[in-house]
């Protein structure tokens, strides 16, 4: 048989051929370009095109930067230098740097105050961006806004000390009554806070501030990105409890406290922020008493964090319509009352899932502080168009200034939207 | 027999307020009620002990006075001696004006946008996505301050026109774009039908309501045809044929004709005047908004699954009535909601024109007239009203259309 076969074939390879290496058009960097810019002719025409626009942006940007100047002392004796070649000035900035940063008005000797101020707060807002931290830094975080004003503001450290025993022994109370009985721990504890804060307020003596350890510091005269940092920082964290009171008071079945909370939720929804920031400089001091004088800088807070609680508001409600209506039925079976449902069950659940639409209000909320310089404030945006822009030395460096600007903004946003998108995925549980 | 009593009768204590859940909530609104009513009672009379001490009362007849001051762009007609509430009604055209051309142009960037970033072309994707997250990531305070300092700062001033080796020149000899504002031809009627140009806008626009009428007729009869019959008829030349003729034919009688902008003395005349301002606001709002719609216009392409064009393709339908019938149907209902929130930020971001002097409302009567009469609450609470009856109205009026969408649940 098989002599028979091997006659009747002519030829029979015995050995397997090497393999050869794919074409080159198939393989590495060719077919990647292949497949990615070049895979019909409008791909690749759009490839030629935006090739183009990278050269041309690229052409008039990168020697503007290359040859940008970062020691002189006016815009003439930039243009002086440079002699007719393309270049930035740079030099605004270091010359500007802090007035940029902390406003024209910030004692320079407390410079170190703010940035004190800083660190610390990256330390205080540590354990609330990462779940692994260790739980104790929590009590930091609760000391830190104290902490932060009695640096930035200074001042007598009585102030800041008496609105911290206020809190404190108002907790306390709540921890006491507040298990068994919400409301009587609650409505107890605010009156407890309010009588703590009036009698430890009239026990500071007149005059304490003048001699106190650190200078104090007038609101008016804060400024620069120190002060979008500040009013982003303060408004955001004030208005999360607040947009949760009101979502829940939006939720509720009893008719007046939904009228109410739907009302103010639609009405400030419903007007542009700039709107409200003239509430607070022209209009907002004809509803204090008529001997108060609330500053500025408080008045624009109260505004600000009542614009984005709003939508933390609608954010929230998001997060609790988005729970199964199970997990409402499991709490209420259980014979947990309305707080204990909420603060055991639902909250914890509808936070979770909100937490990517609170970041996304919090971002729009830091760059819309920058919307203060209308008002006339002095933040980062409202320093350039108004004290730098106007010396003689750097009348018309628009770009280089502006440019910083946004750079600034960009990588505080960017930063905290791509710690969004790192939070959304960790918390993803895949169910 | 069923011996059921009924229980024992309850007397009502007072513990049952906060206690019974029958009475609890009666409890807390009465609670809410009696501490709203304080809080007005508390804020209402600090504002009239602070007005009377400062010799000021509410009166809006302000409004009647002339105002004194002159608005460059406007629509209607204005000038220095008209009232506060004819530069109150110039501020509202203005808004309405650029929200509606923001509007519109943010649309078209972010759906550009957002679909050349799902492309597979690598670089334009790549592009793209830094388009969205540069525009997304800074304050749009910042770029409508860029923008207008390219307006006023860059571009060549009106004299720079002039002479025979001037340094500028006009594009296509129509267009200037100075750092006065751009100027483009402006289209007039040489013998209308009508002694007013309103008017005979007015009959160019009922004409084309009356075509796009026609059109959807004639688009509903090949409908009623198809369905008896199997055979579409063809329609788009008589439908071309119902737009374009009696619109060539009104220009025609009517005599069309273009008043070009020149260069005359120091500035040029003639033309429309579109001012830096406008330009500014406009387009940053355009491509900052349009940042968010391509992120909008992005989720809603990717909500759709592939398997709805795989079956679309298996029941034999070509690409573009896939893209039509099937996609942009179910990704519009994903898209639609965020749109509409995105149209009514560009609406209140149109309020930061105060920042570049573009007279809108919030410069107008927030701005000028609040600064000129001292009449802060009325000015704001005038202000607030605008903003919340246009952002209700394009509220009601997009969940009309997004009803109109919505998958119907039987």
């Not at chain 2, 600090?46 to 001490?53: S, W």
């Not at chain 2, 909008?296 to 699954?305: D, E």
């Amino acid at each position: 048989m098989s002599d028979q076969n091997n006659n009747s074939i002519a030829f029979v390879a015995t050995e397997t051929i090497p393999e050869s290496p794919p074409p080159a058009r198939e393989t590495g960097v060719v077919k990647w370009m292949r497949e990615n810019l070049f895979s019909s002719i409008p791909n690749s025409i759009l490839t030629i095109v935006s090739l183009l626009l990278i050269y041309s942006v690229l052409k008039n940007t990168l020697p503007w930067i290359v040859n940008g100047l970062w020691t002189t002392s006016s815009l003439a004796e930039c243009r002086e230098i440079l002699d007719g070649t393309t270049g930035a000035c740079f030099s605004v900035l270091t010359e500007r740097w802090n007035q940029l940063i902390y406003g024209f008005k910030y004692p320079v000797e407390e410079y170190w105050r703010p940035n004190v101020a800083f660190v610390l707060m990256l330390i205080a807002i540590a354990p609330v961006l990462f779940f692994d931290l260790p739980r104790k830094l929590l009590i930091f975080t609760a000391l830190y806004p104290f902490v932060a004003f009695w640096l930035i503001w200074g001042g007598t450290i009585l102030g800041p000390l008496v609105a911290l025993i206020g809190f404190v022994v108002a907790g306390a109370f709540f921890q006491k009554f507040g298990r068994n009985n919400f409301a009587l721990g609650f409505f107890g504890a605010v009156i407890i806070a309010l009588i703590v804060w009036s009698v430890g307020g009239a026990m500071i003596p007149e005059g304490a501030s003048d001699n106190a350890l650190l200078p104090a510091v007038p609101s008016r005269d804060l400024g620069g990105f120190m002060l979008n940092m500040m009013l982003g920082l303060t408004c955001v964290s004030l208005s999360v409890p607040l947009g949760i009171a009101l979502a829940l008071g939006r939720q509720s079945d009893m008719p007046l406290i939904k009228g109410i909370c739907v009302v103010f939720i639609e009405f400030v929804r419903g007007v542009p922020l700039i709107t409200l920031l003239f509430v607070a400089s022209v209009m907002l001091s004809y509803f204090f008493p008529p001997e108060a004088t609330v500053d500025l800088f408080l008045r624009v807070v109260i505004m600000i964090t009542l614009f984005s609680a709003a939508y933390i508001a609608e954010v929230v409600r998001g997060g609790l319509a988005a729970l199964p209506k199970g997990q409402y039925e499991a709490a209420d079976s259980l014979g947990l009352d309305y707080p204990q449902a909420m603060r055991l069950i639902i909250l914890p659940q509808a936070l979770k899932i909100s937490i990517p639409g609170i970041v996304n209000v919090a971002v729009g909320l830091f760059k819309d502080t920058t919307l203060v310089s209308v008002i006339s404030m002095f933040d980062l945006v409202g320093m350039i168009r108004g004290p730098i822009l106007a010396s003689t030395e750097w009348n018309g460096v628009y770009w280089e200034l502006f440019g910083f600007a946004a750079a600034l903004f960009f990588v505080v946003c960017y930063g905290i939207s791509q710690y969004s998108q790192w939070l959304e995925r960790k918390l993803h549980k895949g169910h | 027999m069923t011996t059921l009593t009924d229980p024992p009768k309850e007397s009502f204590r007072l513990s049952m307020l906060i206690n019974d859940t029958r009475y609890r909530s009666l409890t807390f609104q009465a609670i809410a009620a009696v501490a709203l009513a304080l809080a007005i009672w508390y804020l209402g009379n600090n504002l009239i002990q602070n007005l009377r001490a400062a010799g000021l009362n509410i009166s809006y007849s302000f409004l009647g006075d002339p105002a004194g001051y002159d608005i460059n762009q406007r629509l209607v007609e204005y000038d220095s001696q008209s009232s506060h509430a004819r530069a109150a009604l110039v501020g509202v055209l203005n808004t309405i004006l650029v929200a509606f051309l923001a509007c519109v142009t943010a649309t078209i960037f972010g759906v550009i946008a957002g679909v050349l970033r799902l492309s597979n072309n690598w670089i334009v994707s790549k592009l793209m996505a830094i388009y969205v997250e540069i525009f997304r990531n800074i304050p749009v305070l910042i770029w409508i301050i860029i923008i207008f300092t390219i307006m006023t700062a860059v571009m060549p001033g009106p004299r720079e026109f002039r002479g025979d080796n001037a340094t500028s020149s006009m594009v296509l000899d129509l267009f200037a774009f100075t750092n006065r504002g751009v100027y483009i031809p402006m289209p007039f009627f040489e013998n209308g039908l009508f002694g007013n140009a309103t008017l005979n806008w007015i009959l160019v626009l009922l004409v084309a309501a009356g075509a796009w009428y026609a059109v959807r007729m004639n688009n509903a009869r090949a409908a009623n045809v198809q369905a008896e019959t199997g055979v579409r008829p063809k329609t788009i030349w008589v439908n071309l044929a119902i737009w374009l003729v009696p619109f060539v034919a009104l220009m025609f009688i009517m005599g069309l004709a273009w008043e070009v902008p020149e260069l005359k003395g120091f500035n040029f005349k003639g033309g429309i005047k579109v001012g830096g301002p406008l330009i500014a606001l406009w387009f940053a709002l355009s491509i900052y908004t349009g940042a968010f719609i391509a992120e909008n216009v992005r989720a809603g392409i990717q909500a759709v699954s592939k398997g709805q064009t795989e079956a679309a393709s298996a029941l034999g339908l070509r690409p573009r009535r896939v893209m039509n019938l099937v996609i942009l149907p179910q990704a519009l209902r994903v898209i639609i909601p965020p749109l509409i929130s995105q149209y009514l930020n560009i609406t209140k971001n149109s309020s930061l024109a105060i920042a570049v002097g573009y007279a809108d409302i919030t410069a107008t009567l927030g701005g000028i007239t609040l600064n000129q009469t001292g009449r802060a609450i009325e000015c704001v609470l005038l202000l607030m009203l605008f903003y919340l009856t246009a952002s209700l109205l394009i509220s009601m009026a997009m969940n009309v259309y997004n009803a109109s969408v919505k998958l119907k649940e039987r």
